[in-house]
């Protein structure tokens, strides 16, 4: 037998019933064992996103949802099936003798949790060229299932960012990070897959009827299929002294290493109770002199997580010596020497101010597209259908610089910025680029990170009218369903996993959560959603 092949017992298969996550052991690593419909399946136990027990996962048929990012995974065959999560899982062999379940499995496979899909090579015979405008995770995903679907032409990702793909997510979360602690591929994983990465090439203009574009470098390249995902870029401030020195936004690796240096031991002001600003104050609260906060409502993340959570979002920070200055603006930013000093509000309040960091929302990177037939909201965000293509042939666009339409908006369009949408756009426009006619179907999902808890967010509750608190918001331990029209179309949860989750993928399987079961069940018996 194969000295690299590994079988081992790891239950009686009396021991685990059905619908049930095991985690088990197999030559020292754990593996996921599931029981479905009396048929066993084991997997990696980690989720390859950010390392995730999958046994404290949702399973609904043969689909397994990641309890804190929302990933989901076929457990026939462990391909990813939503993200935020790159790869798929390893799947290995089960067998049942005499009543005892048995895992085999190769000691490579066993290492680790991630199994890259197959894809395709780049034939020089096929000259048809996808040019991918953006470096994020849109454009990475559409790359990469351009390969895995049997694509061998040309695929130039064109970006004005220096670096391969990152994870933006963590750049307000972990400030402490060097750029390739953030990187999604190594360039070597990019060259592999035939995928052209052009960083530093920002695109200036599209000549549609040509199918050409146009950089600031004065180079053009022309294509066959184009996908535009620029993403966003911060709203700048429109005060007096907002172009002072050490007043920054965070876009990339080198942004959020340069506060964490600037607000070391020093004066921090930070503009706009956002993700971006709260994620910043959290993760500056015991490093900088002073966190001060600023921000015109009343609550932080009100426009989308509401007054209760942001109230005790706020508390958290509030706990950690943050100070908030709140239904108030910044007036006036004052300096010497060029350096902002002083922060001045509406108020008339004076906060110093060493350092100021400015997260009051963003806008779609489309300018380039002005005076073109290309339609987009007064905005600027890109209008797409739910196969991501634009209103011109060939042409496809994804990610924050879009407005989709949302299925739990009643397919009214928004523009939604975060991770796994972008991801689930990428890969939806690779399809109907390949002609394949599919359509996005996804439950957008994000998480915030503050003093090491996690609220995670499944839904999009724009428009939401009334709540629903299960357990406690003063404890640090609650879900709450945001209501509309009478029905569940958001969820939120802190210290509740994997409620979320779970919530997600009763959304996803188009069934309807009413006000009235929201209210009837508790954390406990939340799971019985997935039945009814």
Not at 253 to 282: Q, R, W, Y
Request: glycine share 8%.
């Amino acid at each position: 037998m194969d000295c690299d092949i590994v079988t081992a017992e790891v239950c009686k298969e009396a021991d685990i019933g059905d619908g049930q996550l095991w985690e088990v052991m197999v030559a020292g690593h754990p593996v996921l064992l599931v029981r479905n419909k009396k048929e066993f399946s084991a997997l990696g136990s980690k989720c390859p996103h950010y390392g995730a027990p999958l046994s404290k996962g949702v399973l609904r048929g043969e689909r397994l949802r990641c309890p804190w990012h929302g990933a989901c995974f076929n457990i026939k065959t462990g391909d990813i099936e939503e993200y935020p999560s790159l790869d798929c899982l390893p799947c290995f062999k089960v067998t049942v003798e005499d009543g005892k379940v048995f895992v085999t499995a190769k000691k490579k496979d066993l290492e680790s949790s991630v199994r890259m899909k197959d894809t395709s090579k780049r034939c020089l015979l096929n000259r048809t060229t996808m040019l991918l405008l953006g470096g994020g995770v849109a454009a990475l995903l559409c790359a990469e299932t351009l390969r895995q679907e049997g694509f061998t032409g040309r695929i130039i990702m064109a970006t004005k960012e220096k670096h391969v793909p990152y994870d933006k997510a963590k750049l307000s979360k972990e400030m402490n990070l060097k750029p390739e602690d953030v990187y999604l591929r190594k360039p070597e994983f990019l060259d592999a897959q035939g995928i052209e990465l052009w960083t530093e090439k920002e695109a200036v203009s599209v000549d549609f009827q040509k199918q050409k574009v146009h950089f600031m470098d004065g180079s053009s390249q022309k294509y066959n299929q184009l996908l535009i995902a620029t993403g966003s870029h911060s709203s700048p401030l429109k005060v007096p002294g907002a172009d002072l020195q050490n007043v920054c936004i965070i876009q990339t690796p080198e942004d959020s290493s340069k506060i964490l240096e600037l607000a070391t031991g020093k004066n921090l002001v930070i503009i706009g109770a956002s993700f971006i600003g709260m994620e910043v104050a959290a993760f500056l609260s015991d490093k900088a002199s002073t966190v001060s906060v600023v921000e015109k409502k009343e609550f932080p993340f009100q426009s989308t997580l509401g007054p209760q959570v942001g109230g005790v979002a706020m508390k958290m920070l509030q706990n950690k010596g943050v100070k908030f200055y709140m239904k108030t603006e910044l007036s006036e930013l004052k300096g010497k020497d060029g350096k902002v000093t002083e922060a001045v509000l509406a108020t008339g309040e004076k906060l110093p101010a060493d350092v100021v960091v400015v997260g009051i929302g963003v806008f779609p990177n489309s300018a380039f597209l002005k005076g073109t037939s290309i339609a987009r909201d007064d905005k600027g965000a890109i209008l797409v259908d739910l196969h991501m293509q634009t209103n011109i042939p060939n042409v496809f666009a994804a990610g924050d610089v879009v407005s989709f339409p949302v299925a739990l908006l009643n397919g009214d369009r928004s523009s939604i910025h975060h991770q796994q949408v972008a991801e689930a756009h990428g890969h939806i426009a690779a399809l109907n680029m390949l002609k394949k006619e599919k359509a996005l179907h996804t439950v957008p999902f994000y998480w915030t990170t503050m003093l090491g808890k996690s609220i995670r967010y499944a839904g999009c509750g724009k428009g939401y009218t009334e709540t629903v608190v299960k357990g406690s918001l003063e404890q640090q331990k609650f879900l709450i369903f945001y209501i509309r029209d009478g029905f569940v179309t958001a969820a939120a949860s802190l210290n509740c996993d994997p409620m979320v989750s779970l919530i997600a993928e009763v959304l996803c399987s188009g069934k309807q959560i009413s006000k009235e079961e929201a209210e009837a069940c508790d954390i406990g018996n939340i799971p019985s959603l997935l039945e009814t």
